[in-house]
């Protein structure tokens, strides 16, 4: 009974799919069955990984899978869906919090590549591809999140350098962090005032604090303080006033990959719900063998072949060369409500067993909210889509 869903079968075979992406998913369930899935738990308690595990990744490819050549990565040899694929890969071990921290240069590095100098990307990709320097974004502000346009945080040129004074919150990997890519007004109100700067995170003058959450434990997260930092003007990135694009054009490779993250959990949480459902009697016979139960595996597996296809679709278009905005943000929403459905239909299939700290579905049902926040909510998702296709 399991066989019809455990992780494999739970994704719908995809056209898109070839042999070398097949490689690569091998290549990562390699690592992630070695190097993460024996230790998530202890991290996760201790609220922190190794370090080390950023050059551990870096070496079998996995944080230069979207980058160019010169910078240490071979994104020359990819597709959106090898970095899907990785996502799904990761997601196996059932902490989101792991792969925020580990990926965090997949949204703090990206802006600089878009929009910054030669000199700037030669000096900071290479070792943050490599894993030993580790970048953050920090966009959001005790004020408001996915309002960007309407940030706070100011810069003011003073000759050769920035000053810059304001806060930011919420930011993962933001106490580890060695650079910053930071949002910063620098013009007028709105957009076209907005600049991002690469700040050096042990600069005079930034304060870190780390903050306690509900769920991503492994993944430390901080609010960090800007008290009259001098940054240098070569690290504005790209020019000034014209930071929003870069911010903006990060945002949908963010949330396609989040989606996928979302559709993973949820189909390990299907998987260890039909392990545990097999096995576990109750008057008389299997939990599976009652209806009530085989229907909730039904309908969490209805929602996640939606999802997917959906997720395939979105990922060949983005691939042809195409921005489809609205579609991206609805398969945000439709990727977190169904992780939030599954986290909840699988733990009542386990009960007591699944109120357990250290239990994938446990950690996973803790993580919901993040996922469903995070990288644009489900409200100004739905919002966004509509005024799409409006």
């Known amino acids: 009974m399991t066989a019809s869903y455990n992780f494999d079968s739970t994704r719908l075979p995809s056209p898109h799919l070839t042999d070398e992406h097949e490689a690569w998913r091998n290549t990562v369930r390699t690592f992630v069955d070695k190097e993460i899935i024996p230790f998530v738990n202890d991290w996760d308690e201790a609220g922190a990984f190794p370090r080390d595990l950023h050059q551990k990744a870096a070496a079998v490819g996995i944080n230069g899978i979207s980058y160019p050549g010169k910078y240490g990565g071979f994104g020359e040899d990819t597709d959106i869906f090898h970095s899907l694929i990785m996502s799904e890969e990761l997601a196996r071990?059932?902490?989101?919090?792991?792969?925020?921290?580990?990926?965090?240069?997949?949204?703090?590095?990206?802006?600089?590549?878009?929009?910054?100098?030669?000199?700037?990307?030669?000096r900071v990709a290479p070792d943050i591809i490599a894993g030993e320097k580790l970048i953050s974004l920090c966009i959001t502000e005790p004020s408001g999140g996915s309002d960007v346009a309407n940030l706070r945080t100011k810069a003011q040129r003073d000759g050769d350098f920035y000053v810059v004074n304001g806060e930011k919150t919420y930011i993962t990997t933001g106490c580890r962090a060695d650079y910053?890519?930071?949002?910063?007004r620098t013009g007028g109100d709105g957009a076209g005032g907005v600049s991002l700067l690469l700040i050096d995170a042990n600069s005079p003058g930034i304060t870190r604090t780390p903050l306690k959450k509900m769920g991503?434990?492994?993944?430390?997260?901080?609010?960090?303080?800007?008290?009259?930092?001098?940054?240098?003007?070569?690290?504005?990135?790209?020019?000034e006033n014209a930071g929003f694009i870069g911010i903006m054009s990060?945002?949908?490779?963010?949330?396609?990959?989040?989606?996928?993250?979302?559709?993973?959990?949820?189909?390990?949480?299907?998987e260890d719900a039909a392990a545990w459902a097999v096995e576990r009697k109750t008057f008389g016979k299997p939990l599976m063998k009652h209806q009530v139960i085989r229907h909730k595996f039904a309908e969490m597996y209805r929602r996640v072949i939606a999802g997917q296809a959906l997720l395939d679709n979105c990922a060949w278009r983005v691939k042809r060369g195409e921005t489809p905005i609205a579609e991206l943000s609805l398969l945000k929403v439709e990727a977190t409500q169904c992780m939030e459905y599954c986290a909840r239909e699988a733990m009542q299939i386990l009960g007591g067993a699944g109120f357990i700290r250290g239990h994938r579905i446990e950690r996973i049902y803790r993580e919901v909210r993040v996922m469903a926040i995070g990288g644009g909510s489900e409200e100004i998702m739905l919002d966004l889509a509509a005024r799409q296709m409006g």
């Open 250 to 270: 990060n945002f949908n490779s963010e949330r396609i990959g989040m989606a996928a993250q979302a559709l993973s959990f949820s189909r390990v949480c299907i």
């Open 216 to 239: 991503w434990w492994v993944s430390d997260t901080a609010s960090i303080h800007f008290d009259d930092v001098r940054v240098p003007a070569e690290n504005l990135i790209g020019h």
């Open 180 to 184: 910053l890519t930071v949002a910063v």
């Open 93 to 122: 071990a059932g902490s989101g919090g792991l792969i925020a921290g580990l990926m965090t240069h997949g949204i703090g590095l990206p802006p600089i590549l878009a929009i910054g100098s030669v000199d700037m990307k030669a």
